[in-house]
């Protein structure tokens, strides 16, 4: 039973609180670029260690069909059913955070979308702190 509901976390819904049953919406991406796709069902992202958080675990693919299963300091590793998804260098994918606190600090600003659109960028004061 949750009894209580840390305030960082409420405003980002991260993919920690999802898995104590919490059903809001996410807040909070990491937007990733494919970089590489050096087999059939395995790509390599931009986004690693330095870019999402994983003290709470590995952050998760907004499309259930991709699966983030490594970081690594700069990249990700994401794995595929390649008859269901087609990924090539340059495409995009959406990341949850395992942990939205610990992510922010980690990049200088906010990009704040509404309706898939830019509607602003906000800095980041915890960045370096």
């Known amino acids: 039973m949750m009894t209580e509901i840390q305030p960082g ?45 994983c003290d709470e675990g590995l952050p998760v693919c907004v499309d259930p069909a991709l699966d983030l299963f490594k970081l690594n300091e700069e990249h990700g590793h994401v794995r595929y059913d390649g008859d269901r998804a087609r990924l090539k260098p340059g495409d995009r994918i959406e990341i949850i955070p395992s942990h939205g606190c610990t992510t922010i600090p980690l990049h200088e600003a906010y990009v704040l979308c509404r309706g898939g659109c830019v509607v602003g960028v906000e800095p980041i004061a915890a960045r370096g702190h």
């Open 9 to 53: 976390s409420y405003v980002t819904m991260d993919e920690h609180n999802r898995r104590f049953g919490l059903a809001f919406e996410y807040a909070l991406k990491v937007v990733a670029t494919v970089l590489s796709c050096p087999e059939p069902g395995r790509c390599v992202i931009n986004a690693g260690k330095k870019a999402v958080s």
